[in-house]
């Protein structure tokens, strides 16, 4: 049996939910998949930071989620960089906050943790969607695994589907609802309200920010398209090099003249191969569509994705696009998957006592 030993930076929603996963399904991993997920250090800026090389109780955790450095362990106070580098963690898990200008610190962690022989699974995009090619490039040179599932529609496994079922059937374009808040406001502006008191409503519902710039504006979808167009149609594009266009111009107008032509708006992140790398090209805009389209009847904060094939034509996939344990499920699916792999130790190993 496998020990997968676990450093987590960030122990925020998506920290919290994984390590209730583990709680709750710890036992069962390890009797399926013989892979023992054990956490042994998590480092958050504004939590606290601990470490045991011998492993912590995941309940304690949650249960001291607000001040870690309460719990009696050997070492506190580590940064994420040194918890990187200094602990036995064989994988680390990368759940910072996300900044899609420059990718950091998600970046420099995610480094990090290849420089020093552990794999990294990331929830954070902006790593992925800024410097991804830099990151697989390292992680081939040491051997190493990068998971990524939950940077694009959480638990719903996208890049799954993408990268591996429908790799061979030659996936041409894709096309997709890649940000909840905006199909949130967007499903309320169809259904009567004004931009302005649908954003608002996002906003006391949990699904928008204070700040709702990086949704409304296309910015988030705009990384998630990066990130698809990577990882399943190869083409090493930035978020950059996304055009992109996002809602808040939209009036109840321009919703009751879609609706009237049997329509509908959404904001839509499509990546199309071209004949060449230079004819490729990937955007994010509202678009009308209608009403017949498998996007077109995805309400609420759900997110979906089509993949245009060779030999499947459209495939379409939907569910939640964010949440606790959806994307904490995320992480662990791709530490399962690096299991099976065999790329995690495939035997029980004496543990170091300091």
């Not at 958050?44 to 989620?65: K, T």
């Not at 996002?246 to 199309?272: C, F, N, R, Y």
């Not at 569910?319 to 998957?337: F, Q, R, V």
């Amino acid at each position: 049996m496998g020990k997968c030993r676990l450093a987590l930076i960030g122990f925020g929603t998506v920290g919290q939910g994984l390590t209730q996963i583990l709680v709750e399904k710890r036992e069962q991993y390890r009797s399926e998949f013989g892979v023992d997920l054990e956490v042994v250090a998590v480092s958050d800026i504004n939590r606290g930071s601990v470490y045991d090389p011998v492993g912590l109780d995941p309940r304690s955790l949650l249960e001291n989620a607000g001040e870690l450095e309460r719990l009696d362990v050997p070492h506190k106070g580590w940064d994420a960089v040194r918890t990187i580098s200094e602990s036995n963690a064989h994988a680390v898990l990368e759940m910072a906050y996300t900044n899609l200008q420059t990718g950091e610190p998600g970046f420099t962690h995610a480094r990090t943790a290849l420089e020093n022989g552990k794999h990294i699974v990331m929830s954070n995009k902006g790593p992925v969607a800024l410097h991804f090619p830099a990151l697989l490039a390292l992680a081939r040179e040491k051997g190493l695994a990068i998971g990524v599932e939950g940077t694009v529609m959480s638990g719903t496994p996208a890049l799954a589907l993408g990268t591996e079922m429908l790799k061979g059937a030659g996936v041409s374009r894709i096309e997709g609802i890649l940000n909840g808040t905006t199909n949130y406001i967007l499903t309320r502006m169809g259904e009567g309200l004004g931009y302005e008191d649908a954003l608002v409503e996002a906003q006391e519902k949990g699904y928008a920010e204070a700040d709702p710039t990086g949704d409304v504006e296309g910015i988030d979808a705009a990384g998630k398209a990066a990130i698809l167009a990577n990882l399943v149609m190869d083409l090493p594009l930035g978020i950059n090099d996304v055009e992109r266009k996002g809602i808040s111009h939209l009036t109840p107008e321009d919703i009751a003249q879609a609706d009237a032509a049997g329509e509908v708006w959404k904001l839509i992140g499509t990546v199309e191969k071209g004949a060449t790398l230079v004819a490729a090209s990937a955007r994010v805009a509202p678009k009308r569509i209608p009403k017949s389209h498998p996007l077109a009847g995805v309400h609420g904060a759900t997110n979906a994705i089509t993949f245009t094939t060779d030999y499947l034509g459209d495939v379409t996939l939907i569910g939640p696009g964010a949440g606790k344990l959806e994307t904490g499920y995320a992480m662990i699916a791709d530490l399962l998957k690096i299991g099976r792999q065999r790329l995690l130790p495939q035997h029980e190993t004496r543990e170091p006592v300091s």
